[in-house]
């Protein structure tokens, strides 16, 4: 194999035209990774402004009586992602499960049935599974139910609400039977219609808890309670007797005559039960039993 030497004018050309071809394919480079570079910040930036654009901000009231450092209420701050359809409680979900599992609140079917998660949500009682994020201002400032003793941050003692709701015998109760043991006892459609919506309660103490007349009168039977009265008291199987006997509790000092009309309670209630309206007719009904005529 021979080596050819080439013209020492020409070796040099070929050099710099090689040192030119690198500094070309050099500078290329440089500018490809600049690109590259560029394309991952402004790809950064737009994840970050997304991320920003999505997140909810909750300011969410604490307070644990039974640890040291945690007996002085406080909100504490999450900033939780957005997803399409989400509601107050499946965030508190998601900021227990990801930033503090000590969070503590009630909830158990998710679809405003059981009535376990009322809350004081920017100002209002709602239940937290039936708030939408998106329908809230932020940062959306969650506390537990007003007029109610706290027991651990969200979670409010509600012996006192079940106490009054039991002291109207929320049960169906009748001397009037049907003869026949098969026998059904019928109810008219007027008479289910004009019951309907009291029947709808959930228990959740929102109507309570938004009741001014309930916070300065402890004994007060409260906008709840009244409710369930009315439900048995115009059930027309119940019959007259069982019927006095509920107006007799309904009429007590501490029982319609306190409520004032404020209509607070008719306002939160998450299932739209007339409550003040239910109020009124039982008062009604509680003059009309004692008017005699002689
Ligand atoms: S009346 Fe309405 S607000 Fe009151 S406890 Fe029942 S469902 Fe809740
Ligand atoms: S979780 Fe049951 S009513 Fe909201």
Redesign the pocket.
């Known amino acids: 194999m021979s080596t050819q030497r080439q013209n020492p004018e020409t070796e040099t050309d070929n050099a710099e035209a090689e040192a030119d071809t690198e500094t070309e394919t050099e500078r290329n480079e440089v500018a490809r990774r600049r690109a590259e570079q560029r394309e991952r910040e402004r790809v950064k930036e737009n994840e970050r402004a997304t991320a920003d654009a999505e997140r909810y901000h909750l300011k969410v009231f604490r307070y644990d009586p039974e640890v040291e450092g945690k007996q002085e209420p406080r909100f504490d701050d999450f900033h939780v992602p957005y997803e399409q359809g989400m509601t107050v ?1 499946d965030a508190l979900i998601y900021a227990r499960d990801e930033f503090d599992v000590s969070l503590t609140f ?13 809350l004081f949500v920017n100002g209002r009682q709602r ?4 708030t939408q994020l998106s329908d809230l201002d932020q940062p959306v400032r969650i506390e537990p139910l007003p007029h109610q003793e706290v027991v651990k941050d969200l979670v409010v003692d509600m012996e006192h609400f079940y106490d009054q709701m039991e002291s109207v015998e929320p049960y169906f109760q009748t001397t009037d039977r049907p003869e026949g043991e098969l026998e059904e006892q019928r109810q008219s459609r007027e008479n289910r219609e004009q019951i309907k919506t009291s029947t709808r309660c ?1 228990w ?1 103490g929102a109507c309570m808890s938004s009741c001014n007349v309930a916070a300065g009168d402890n004994e007060y039977l409260g906008p709840a309670a009244i409710n369930k009265a009315y439900r048995f008291a115009m059930d027309e199987r119940e019959g007259e007797e069982v019927k006095q006997r509920r107006l007799e509790i309904i009429e007590q000092e501490h029982g319609v005559w306190r409520c004032q009309t404020q209509f607070s309670c008719t306002e939160v209630c ?1 299932k739209d039960i007339p409550l003040t309206e239910h109020i009124q007719e039982l008062k009604r009904e509680a003059v009309k039993s004692n008017l005699k005529f002689w």
């Open positions: 409680l009630r909830h158990s079917c998710r679809q405003a049935i059981c009535g376990s998660d009322a239940l937290g599974c039936q959930i959740c998450p």
